[in-house]
């Protein structure tokens, strides 16, 4: 197998406090902090036949995550983990992310888009 793009990107967002609380206790807002909102792009991986062939056995066997997981495919910095989303054209997989664990104790500042 060959990797012949990978376009993953973080998209980075802002949370920040309104500070509209009825009670006085809570009158200042909480800082604002930037956290990973999601990750954008594509991984697109050439198979050989063979390939193909594990592929459509870890498909039939709802095993697509554990198939993915076998391939070196570089993460953005401030994602730990991801669940892939695998279409299969001829023999070129199309990997996109379905959901991701950020690391809550990266720095966000510099990545994405803010």
């Avoid at 990107?9 to 800082?31: F, I, K, Q, R």
């Avoid at 730990?80 to 950020?102: K, R, Y």
């Amino acid at each position: 197998m060959k990797i012949l793009s990978n376009t993953l990107d973080v998209e980075v967002e802002t949370w920040s406090d309104p500070g509209d609380y009825p009670n006085s206790a809570a009158g200042e807002p909480l800082p604002s902090y930037d956290y990973v909102s999601d990750v954008i792009g594509e991984v697109r991986v050439e198979l050989s036949t063979l390939e193909v062939v594990e592929f459509l056995e870890a498909d039939c066997c709802g095993e697509v995550q554990d198939w993915a997981s076998k391939l070196d495919i570089s993460l953005p910095s401030g994602i730990l983990t991801v669940n892939w989303n695998v279409q299969l054209i001829d023999q070129l997989a199309v990997l996109t992310v379905t959901d991701f664990e950020a690391d809550p104790y990266s720095d966000n500042d510099d990545q994405g888009d803010q």
